[in-house]
């Protein structure tokens, strides 16, 4: 028989290898654990996407945007005495559109005209991109040949005025290759309703050809030399 010292030292020992096989996989699985968290994270990099180009925008378009500020911002009862489109250079042309567009509106009640500018892109000076309010000047309800009138009259857009003027005026656009074509919309004696003016050239005043367009029914009226 085995003295108990004996069995002591024995049982001591089988503890001792028990534990330390059932530490040896705990031991190993801490190990990679502390190698996979010493490892630095990878730095996933997003490639950046090119930023569009300004794309050039209809006169209805611009003019609603302006009319909303007018509307809202300054006078209720505002109507719209002109509308001009204004050309960018860093702005793609395109038929029926421009990168910016003036606007003056009226207001009766206040007796005062305002202007606003809708440009695609922030220019220097007073041109910013969206929406932008300029200065008042008195208004008596007529302004030369121009009186103001109601938004809701001009229902033809820039881009099928062009297409309108391009009837009459392809022969004077062969001939002008790459001349920019301008675009005004009044309301004048001369008509009965709102017209747009599609414009051979930078301004009326320059131009020596244009073609009036009905901004209500969308026809042509008169051919200007």
């Known amino acids: 028989m085995r003295d108990a010292p004996d069995v002591a030292r024995g049982l001591l020992k089988c503890s001792q290898m028990i534990m330390k096989t059932l530490l040896l996989p705990v031991v190993c699985i801490a190990s990679i654990l502390l190698v996979g968290c010493s490892e630095p994270t990878p730095t996933v990099t997003l ?25 809202t911002q300054w006078s209720g009862d505002a109507f719209v005495l002109k509308v001009n489109s204004i050309h960018l250079a860093e702005v793609p042309s395109a038929p029926g559109k421009a990168g910016a567009w003036q606007a003056t509106f009226t207001s009766d009640k206040l007796q005062k005209a305002k202007t606003y500018t809708y440009s695609v892109i922030e220019q220097e000076g007073n041109l910013h991109k969206g929406g932008f309010a300029l200065g008042e000047e008195s208004w008596s309800g007529r302004q030369g040949v121009n009186s103001s009138f109601d938004i809701r009259a001009a229902s033809v857009d820039t881009d099928a005025a062009y297409k309108i003027a391009m009837e009459k005026g392809a022969d004077y656009d062969k001939k002008h290759p790459g001349m920019p074509i301008s675009y005004q919309l009044e309301k004048i004696t001369k008509f009965s309703s709102p017209v747009w003016r599609v414009i051979w050239g ?23 030399h």
Not at 47 to 69: D, I, W
Not at 203 to 213: D, H, L, R, W
């Open 47 to 71: 490639k950046k996407e090119p930023e569009k180009p300004a794309e050039p925008v209809t006169g209805q378009s611009a003019l609603y945007k302006m009319y909303q500020m007018a509307r």
């Open 202 to 224: 930078e301004s009326a005043g320059t131009s020596n050809f244009s073609i009036y367009v009905d901004a209500s029914l969308g026809k042509f009226l008169e051919e200007m």
